[in-house]
């Protein structure tokens, strides 16, 4: 081959991977979630180029198309259009509470009514996801109250601003709705909250912490945002913790120490998010872990359950997706596009 025919051809071959990679830049424009989804839905290129997938920001674009289903639309923009409330039957407006389905938001009177609807929105869009992708439901109310800023959700939760909503049961404090949305986090709180509850509302058996943690994490996509809170963390040592430190971490309750209980918590979520990564695009996919939550919601004990799905036991079964084991991956250096600019 003469070396300007090799030319050529490096040419040509570099102009078709640019266009691969121009095709495919954003978190965005990875494959969805969804309940027939082909697994493993990324590729080890996609990851490395891309990241984790994010979908958890396009209602905030003006490609936003409002969702129907057989009942009509839901989720966001189908009540309030801009400061315009479209009034329906099952939605129920008083000054300092809104009502909508299975959810009931509590909030400081002074919003306006469009102020704190989106947030209903939001959790009515994640039941409606949460529940197909799970396999799972639960036809109790939530009661959901908002915060008027960090100070006052640290007031009612004892939680930092890092912990976004405490779960009690059917109650629930929520970090503000308007830092949410500051913090470009709002769908990803609704995702994670309801999948919380779900979990929570339909099995009546405690999931082990890195089991739980990491499918609300997963299903709430929160990868893109972890990966962002580990490059704080990385310059004074590895950020990944085994199985057992994520359920001592999950399950101590809140460090006195701010920093300490910011890094910690963070640090479990990341790598509990990477163990349900890899079991999911990995190891069945949807599928696999619908058919062992379906076991564990009709009480069978949690590790015949996996034995019976994953053949392994829930000990051996966690030994496997060990992170510290298995590692990131994506590379560390990744800078991926901000998930909320859209592309």
């Not at 991977?17 to 290129?45: I, K, M, N, W, Y």
């Not at 979908?55 to 989720?75: F, M, N, P, Q």
């Not at 082990?208 to 962002?228: A, C, F, K, T």
Request: glycine share 8%; proline share 6%; with cysteine.
């Amino acid at each position: 081959m003469n070396s300007r025919f090799r030319t050529i051809l490096f040419l040509f071959l570099a102009v078709l991977a640019a266009g691969g990679a121009r095709a495919q830049t954003h978190c965005s424009e990875l494959p969805p979630l969804t309940p027939d989804a082909s697994f493993p839905r990324c590729s080890a290129h996609d990851l490395a180029v891309v990241g984790f997938p994010d979908h958890k920001h396009a209602h905030h674009w003006r490609s936003w198309e409002i969702l129907t289903d057989s009942l009509g639309v839901y989720g966001p923009g189908s009540i309030c259009e801009h400061t315009a409330v479209h009034y329906r039957d099952d939605l129920i407006i008083e000054p300092d509470q809104k009502s909508f389905r299975q959810f009931v938001l509590r909030h400081n009177p002074e919003y306006k009514n469009c102020d704190m609807i989106p947030l209903l929105e939001l959790l009515d869009w994640a039941n409606h996801e949460v529940s197909g992708l799970l396999g799972l439901a639960t036809s109790d109310t939530l009661l959901v109250i908002n915060t008027d800023n960090s100070h006052h959700y640290k007031e009612l939760s004892g939680y930092g601003v890092w912990r976004l909503y405490a779960l009690d049961g059917d109650n629930c404090v929520i970090q503000a709705f308007g830092v949410l949305l500051a913090r470009t986090l709002d769908g990803h709180a609704a995702f994670m909250l309801v999948t919380d509850w779900i979990l929570n509302q339909a099995i009546e058996a405690d999931l082990p912490p890195w089991l739980h943690q990491g499918i609300v994490e997963y299903v709430g996509e929160d990868g893109s945002h972890l990966i962002s809170f580990m490059a704080e963390f990385r310059p004074a040592g590895p950020v990944l913790l085994s199985p057992a430190e994520i359920d001592a971490k999950l399950t101590a309750g809140v460090d006195p120490d701010e920093g300490q209980d910011r890094k910690m918590f963070r640090r479990a979520s990341y790598s509990s998010f990477l163990m349900v990564w890899q079991l999911v695009e990995h190891e069945g996919g949807l599928a696999a872990l619908r058919e062992f939550l379906d076991l564990a919601a009709a009480g069978v004990d949690l590790d015949q359950a996996s034995t019976m799905v994953y053949g392994m036991d829930l000990g051996q079964l966690a030994a496997y997706l060990d992170p510290v084991k298995n590692g990131e991956p994506i590379p560390k250096e990744l800078k991926p596009q901000p998930p909320h600019i859209e592309p």
